[in-house]
């Protein structure tokens, strides 16, 4: 969960803008944390919780109202009944790493990474991105190789996940289906969760949850370096902070 949170941050200061230079300063007074760390810790919440998702992430969106939610999404958020609204964007995606940590199996995997998708983002394209990465997350902290989950993910959900097919995207792209493979791709092809993180905000466009994503699954390959993960925490809020030190406890999950 800290490697999408940091990704997120990272990645939260080039998002729209041209990709940038290859060495770029991870860390930086710009940064800060967006929607895809509130929607990544309302899941997290929620599954700690009685997984009610809608209810939890409109208590985390309220709560942090100002932090670059689409429109349509923040719409949904801020009313108390409104159904899902048939997205096919990359939020559902981009919040789902906890499911990966705390599902019991692949298939309560695929379960909760499609209940949580479906209360907004109910689009069959955001249902399946959603989906792969839960289930990618899953099995590699279970210990499959890498080139293994890449090779189930093909299989299973059709992407396209070689480097030459999933980095030809370009623009500003928030499509799950146009998100999820490159993220995935940087992820597999990284020597660690740095170089993961930088490939995918290089590639421009939405790079904040380019990033969320690929520092999600890099995580459960590389870990976080410790000192990646303590500059990610001080960008975040008590309550926030609350939520992912819950959510680590009840993952085990440790920092490198």
């Avoid at 090779?151 to 097919?165: K, M, N, T, V």
């Avoid at 995935?184 to 905000?201: N, P, Q, S």
Wanted: net charge negative; hydrophobic share 45%; charged share 20%.
């Amino acid at each position: 969960m800290i490697g999408a949170i940091a990704g997120d941050i990272i990645g939260s200061r080039f998002e729209g803008h041209p990709s940038p230079p290859s060495d770029f300063t991870l860390f930086h007074p710009k940064c800060r944390f967006t929607d895809d760390t509130v929607c990544s810790l309302a899941i997290a919440d929620a599954l700690l919780g009685d997984r009610d998702f809608a209810a939890y992430l409109r208590k985390h969106v309220r709560r942090h109202p100002r932090r670059g939610y689409g429109g349509m999404f923040r719409r949904w958020a801020l009313a108390d009944d409104a159904p899902a609204y048939n997205s096919w964007g990359n939020g559902a995606p981009m919040r789902v790493a906890a499911v990966g940590w705390l599902a019991q199996d692949e298939h309560e995997a695929l379960e909760l990474a499609a209940a949580q998708s479906a209360v907004s983002h109910n689009h069959p394209n955001a249902i399946k991105a959603a989906q792969a990465v839960a289930l990618a997350i899953l099995l590699l902290r279970d210990g499959v190789q890498p080139a293994n989950v890449r090779e189930r993910l093909i299989r299973s959900f059709g992407y396209e996940l070689a480097p030459h097919q999933a980095f030809t995207r370009g623009g500003f792209d928030v499509s799950a289906s146009g998100t999820v493979p490159a993220a995935l791709t940087a992820a597999f092809e990284a020597k660690d969760w740095e170089d993961a993180v930088w490939t995918a905000v290089c590639l421009g466009g939405d790079t904040d949850t380019l990033a969320c994503i690929t520092g999600a699954v890099a995580e459960a390959i590389h870990g976080v370096p410790a000192h990646i993960a303590d500059q990610a925490r001080a960008y975040l809020t008590g309550d926030l902070l609350n939520v992912l030190e819950r959510f680590e406890r009840a993952a085990g999950l440790r920092n490198s």
